[in-house]
């Protein structure tokens, strides 16, 4: 089974940055769609934004202009750079890979364990 494991989540300032990176392990051949969901208490977990392997990329409204999603495609890391955050930015947010192409086979929805980003003074 794929496993995905994230990084780079903590406490930062308003209009600070963080850089969270999430690499995929196991026998891979290609992973469709990598993505950053986010979920704050109480609220329903969201697309932050996602990326293809060609480089395709899809950012909600609230962050476009201050996140930039990238990924390295042979070591199998999706990257989220998050600049200017803002208190509102608070969540724990979740790796995901989609349609990942393995010596077995395809397994979808492959989620990481999440790390917590808190934005606050």
């Known amino acids: 089974q794929v496993q995905l494991v994230e990084s780079g989540g903590g406490l930062v300032q308003p209009g600070g940055s963080l850089r969270l990176s999430c690499a995929a392990s196991?026998?891979?051949?290609?992973?469709?769609?990598m993505g950053w969901y986010r979920q704050a208490p109480g609220k329903r977990r969201e697309l932050v934004a996602a990326i293809t392997t060609g480089g395709n990329t899809n950012y909600a409204d609230s962050v476009k202009g201050r996140f930039t999603i990238s990924r390295d495609n042979a070591k199998n890391t999706v990257y989220l750079q998050m600049n200017s955050l803002k208190p509102e930015d608070t969540a724990v947010y979740y790796c995901?890979?989609?349609?990942?192409?393995?010596?077995?086979?395809?397994?979808?929805?492959?989620w990481g364990q999440g790390t917590q980003v808190t934005v606050s003074s």
């Open positions: 995901n890979a989609d349609r990942v192409q393995t010596d077995g086979g395809y397994e979808y929805n492959r």
């Open positions: 196991g026998r891979i051949f290609n992973i469709n769609v």
